[in-house]
T-cell receptor, first 117, second 112 residues
Framework: GAVVSQHPSRVICKSGTSVKIECRSLDFQATTMFWYRQFPKQSLMLMATSNEGSKATYEQGVEKDKFLINHASLTLSTLTVTSAHPEDSSFYIC?????????????FGPGTRLTVL | GESVGLHLPTLSVQEGDNSIINCAYSNSASDYFIWYKQESGKGPQFIIDIRSNMDKRQGQRVTVLLNKTVKHLSLQIAATQPGDSAVYFCAENIAAGNKLTFGGGTRVLVKP
């Protein structure tokens, strides 16, 4: 149980285009989902916290107009990188907290490798 | 291990030996701690957790120790196997925010 999927696993796009990444909780309802970014040989940095049916809460320094997050259902959150540039190339990882079973534990997706040319 | 910028601390271990990975956390208000394992190109995988009202917790081949006095967390892996080669992250959670703050990570290399 507690499986989180992401799609796509890998995406290459041209500079200036937008890319959408999906995060799904497959066997549980996730009222809260989190989006992280990880650069090579670095740790995970939280970008935003997403609650179902409400606006996402962004961490300091993360541009909300560039990284659009939508959490329209209890099993799906999407991250859209708008007008992507090479510096946005990174490994994007989502996680989800399962309710009501375990509110503290976050279950992570497999990640999405974004490469902007 | 603590982050040293772009260079992950590396622990080289002989197969069959025990591994100890250390982590210093920053916030005395943190009350929940988790160890994650991350293999190359994959998302973090939950290993074991511990709450601040405990000093030690054991799982299968893994033990987490928590020293709140010095804000230190460690992960012990018994009889390390080649499949244990990965980057290990500690994470702390402050109950009020339910947000995880990750440590810098330690790479474990298991030598046959």
């Amino acid at each position: 149980g507690a499986v989180v999927s992401q799609h796509p696993s890998r995406v290459i796009c041209k500079s200036g285009t937008s890319v959408k990444i999906e995060c799904r909780s497959l066997d549980f309802q996730a009222t809260t989902m989190f989006w992280y970014r990880q650069f090579p040989k670095q740790s995970l940095m939280l970008m935003a916290t997403s609650n179902e049916g409400s606006k996402a809460t962004y961490e300091q320094g993360v541009e909300k107009d560039k990284f659009l997050i939508n959490h329209a259902s209890l099993t799906l959150s999407t991250l859209t990188v708008t007008s992507a540039h090479p510096e946005d190339s990174s490994f994007y990882i989502c996680s989800a907290s399962s309710q009501p079973r375990d509110t503290d534990t976050q279950y992570f997706g497999p990640g999405t490798r974004l490469t902007v040319l | 291990g603590e982050s040293v910028g772009l260079h992950l601390p590396t622990l080289s271990v002989q197969e069959g030996d025990n591994s100890i990975i250390n982590c210093a956390y920053s916030n005395s208000a943190s009350d929940y701690f988790i160890w994650y394992k991350q293999e190359s190109g994959k998302g973090p995988q939950f290993i074991i957790d511990i709450r601040s009202n405990m000093d030690k917790r054991q799982g299968q081949r893994v033990t987490v120790l928590l020293n709140k006095t010095v804000k230190h967390l460690s992960l012990q892996i018994a009889a390390t196997q080649p499949g244990d080669s990965a980057v290990y992250f500690c994470a702390e959670n402050i109950a009020a925010g339910n947000k995880l703050t990750f440590g810098g990570g330690t790479r474990v290399l298991v030598k046959p």
